[in-house]
């Protein structure tokens, strides 16, 4: 059964079940090794070097790490949508088995708001201020299942409807600025989601609305994912909404993943020192601390890289493990390691 059905039919049945949980272990997205650069006046900007991850089909996904780590650019050079002077150097995207960066951009096209669809931080300036939403959504389904504008209008309706817009004949009508933040994303969520998609990378969906909101929006997120079976890259800051949302978690740090494991590991027994320090920065109730432990030092410059482990220069673990590790933090850039089955860490100190 496909997403788009789901959609329509509600919860699956049980012998739909075991068709989903069967898929679930599949790998919808395989990306290996890419590389994404900026050509700028002042130098070349390796905002992604190297960075290999996969989804299954159903899974959140968590792309997690500081402002400038290079997730956007990973998402945007899986939709291929990279502008000069940005350029995809290498690697591969495999979607269901095809490599996207090898498609022609008209099947590109095709691909992109059907099979994998986006949604960002700032919705409104995601919709076209000069037309009712109603239309907009409606033209998803014309363009690319060729519906009537009335047929489109109805199924437009109905979307709005399940993403939970109140009187949604009514809101249909409305233009973008006439929405809050809050119904802006449900109506961005309800577009991303008219076609079915099998993959929705949400880049920071939240972070752009006041605190009960953002629950509310994840609350939808979650319910439609589970409903429909859509993989979701989830591209985040903030670990407790991985904590609340996510399967796995990949860690970005300086454009590569330094860490990559299920939720729980992440949370039980993160290995990285970047990842414990990303931890140690947010606050865990009952747990009183008199202040919350900062991350020393900024994200290097992604144009001067250092030559070793690009978190080096700020790591404790660096300084305390010296006499084991001699310089070759400084000197190499670390591997990912296998420390267990489906973790993996970038760090010397599991070499
Ligand atoms: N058009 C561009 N020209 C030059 N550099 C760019 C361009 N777009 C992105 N970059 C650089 O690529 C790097 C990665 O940016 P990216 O937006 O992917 O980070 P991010 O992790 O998503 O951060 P944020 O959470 O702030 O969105 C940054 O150093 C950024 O300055």
């Not at 929405?179 to 993959?199: D, K, N, T, Y």
């Not at 996510?246 to 992440?266: L, N, P, S």
């Amino acid at each position: 059964m496909s997403a788009r059905d789901r959609l329509r039919g509600g919860y699956p049945l049980k012998e739909e079940m075991a068709l989903v949980s069967r898929d679930s272990r599949e790998v919808l997205l395989e990306v290996r090794d890419l590389r994404t650069y900026f050509f700028t006046e002042e130098g070349v900007v390796k905002a992604v070097d190297g960075v290999s991850f996969h989804v299954r089909r159903g899974e959140i996904l968590g792309l997690v790490g500081e402002s400038g780590c290079g997730k956007s650019v990973t998402s945007l050079s899986i939709m291929r949508l990279i502008t000069p002077p940005g350029r995809i150097l290498g690697g591969e995207v495999l979607f269901d088995g095809m490599d996207l960066l090898k498609l022609p951009e008209s099947e590109m096209v095709r691909l992109r708001g059907s099979r994998i669809s986006m949604i960002f931080q700032q919705p409104v300036s995601c919709l076209n201020p000069v037309f009712k939403i109603g239309d907009q959504i409606a033209e998803v389904f014309q363009v690319h299942e060729g519906l009537s504008r009335a047929e489109g209008w109805r199924r437009a309706i109905e979307l709005l409807q399940m993403v939970g817009i109140p009187d949604p004949e009514r809101r249909a009508h409305s233009y973008p600025h006439e929405l809050s933040g809050g119904m802006a994303q449900r109506v961005m969520i309800a577009m991303a989601l008219a076609l079915g998609p099998e993959l929705l990378i949400a880049d920071e969906p939240t972070t752009a609305l006041d605190v009960t909101i953002q629950a509310q929006i994840l609350d939808l997120m979650r319910e439609l994912q589970r409903r429909m079976h859509t993989a979701i890259i989830l591209i985040t800051h903030d670990m407790g909404i991985v904590a609340e949302m996510c399967d796995r978690v990949a860690v970005m740090y300086a454009g590569q993943i330094i860490e990559e494991a299920d939720v729980h590991t992440i949370f039980s027994n993160p290995q990285h020192p970047y990842t414990r320090g990303l931890l140690g920065s947010i606050p865990v109730m009952g747990v009183v601390k008199p202040r919350l432990d900062t991350i020393p030092g900024t994200v290097p410059n992604l144009i001067d890289l250092p030559p070793g482990c690009r978190f080096a220069p700020r790591c404790r673990a660096r300084v305390e493990n010296q006499a084991q590790l001699g310089n070759v933090c400084l000197e190499q850039i670390p591997p990912l390691f296998h420390t267990e089955p489906g973790h993996q860490v970038r760090c010397w100190l599991y070499g």
